[in-house]
């Protein structure tokens, strides 16, 4: 039987670092590919876990943002695997307050982090999952207090349970043309960048969840969007009440939902518990 594996994305520092180590720590028994997109930070954080006796850990380098990186990655885990077990998608962004790029120019720059890098990954690495697999995407309850602010139209279109990827997407395009003209609040959208992606992410969540369901039923494949809370990190500062450990918490459960689980499935889940959308 070929060794199970599993891949967390934006691995080398904050939340991510710490999903692998709970990982680890859990008793995952096949091995956990530590993916980051600096070499060297990558490396560095590989060691570190390593020197904790954590030997199942491999580095391997993933830009969510590059569909060449995404694929590299891809064709590894099918020489070496044959397979894909586990898939966390922790890596993205945010700037901070007081940055100074203009506010266009950030939602372009998130949402190709969050949004279409997450989405880049996952169209390389789903159709690759194994019977039973699970599937992370890291979310934030940022993107349940956004859509709570977006236009009732909006909203019904981010809750409609039969929206299509391709929609989705074009919601996302049409958030970061009304972002950079200036008036994304006039029709309808949140004045956040990052919530406005994370929007994405969770509903991105959820039409993948209800393809596998069409798709690879009988398969017990597992798929959710997750809340880490606010956590202790170069993203959201010191004064977060988390540390990444606990912030790791949910996703490492999402991860290890054990064989036979029939849910959580396409539901966006924060200390554990399912959050109504």
């Given at each position: ?40 930070l ?97 979310s ?44 994304h ?32 039923a009988?398969?017990g ?31 490492v ?8 689980a ?16």
């Amino acid at each position: 039987m070929a060794k199970k594996v599993a891949v967390v994305t934006g691995a080398n520092k904050g939340i991510g670092f710490a999903i692998v180590k709970g990982l680890c720590e859990a008793g995952y028994t096949g091995d956990i590919i530590l993916a980051a997109r600096n070499e060297k930070l990558g490396q560095e954080a590989l060691q570190q876990v390593k020197s904790e006796g954590h030997n199942n850990v491999l580095y391997h380098r993933l830009d969510i943002c590059d569909q060449s990186s995404a694929e590299e990655l891809r064709n590894f885990l099918e020489s070496n695997y044959g397979g894909l077990d586990v898939l966390i998608n922790n890596a993205g962004m945010a700037f901070k307050v007081n940055a100074t790029e203009p506010f266009g120019e950030q939602a372009e720059v998130t949402m190709q982090t969050n949004y279409w890098g997450t989405l880049s990954v996952c169209k390389a690495l789903l159709p690759i999952l194994r019977p039973k697999a699970r599937v992370v995407n890291v979310s934030s309850f940022v993107s349940k207090r956004s859509l709570d602010k977006c236009s009732p139209e909006l909203q019904a279109k981010f809750r409609d349970p039969d929206i299509t990827e391709e929609e989705l997407g074009g919601l996302m395009r049409d958030f970061v043309v009304a972002a950079q003209k200036g008036d994304h609040e006039a029709k309808g959208w949140p004045n956040t960048a990052y919530g406005t992606t994370k929007i994405g992410v969770t509903v991105l969540s959820r039409i993948q969840a209800r393809v596998l369901s069409q798709t690879r039923a009988g398969d017990g494949i597992l798929l959710n969007a997750c809340c880490p809370g606010w956590v202790r990190t170069d993203m959201a500062g010191p004064k977060a009440p988390k540390s990444p450990e606990e912030g790791a918490e949910t996703p490492v459960y999402l991860a290890l939902l054990p064989d036979g689980a029939t849910g959580p499935h396409g539901q966006l889940v924060w200390d554990k518990e399912v959050q109504e959308w």
